[in-house]
């Protein structure tokens, strides 16, 4: 389900984006291959997959996110 009020992400469930395995984060990739498109971007900036976000870890090569949710 995708809503451009929350971003351009997948929402998994009705409430986050992210894998919700890890705490719903997704990751922003700088370079490389997209592990997986359900939690994986290269949006820039990460809002516009996630309008409700903050970050955890900045790297070289890919960004940490957590959605927050959307209620």
């Known amino acids: 389900m ?3 009020r929350f ?3 997948k929402m998994l469930g009705r ?3 992210g894998d ?3 705490g719903h ?3 922003v990739y700088k370079k490389g291959k997209i592990q997986t498109v359900e939690w ?3 949006a820039n900036p990460p809002t ?3 309008t409700n976000c903050r970050k955890i870890e900045i790297s070289l090569s890919v960004d940490t ?3 927050l949710g959307h209620f």
Do not use: A, I, L, V
């Open 2 to 4: 995708r809503n451009r």
């Open 7 to 9: 971003g351009s992400g």
């Open 15 to 17: 409430t986050h984006h």
């Open 20 to 22: 919700p395995e890890r």
């Open 25 to 27: 984060r997704f990751w």
């Open 40 to 42: 994986d971007t290269y």
């Open 48 to 50: 516009s997959f996630c």
């Open 65 to 67: 996110y957590e959605c």
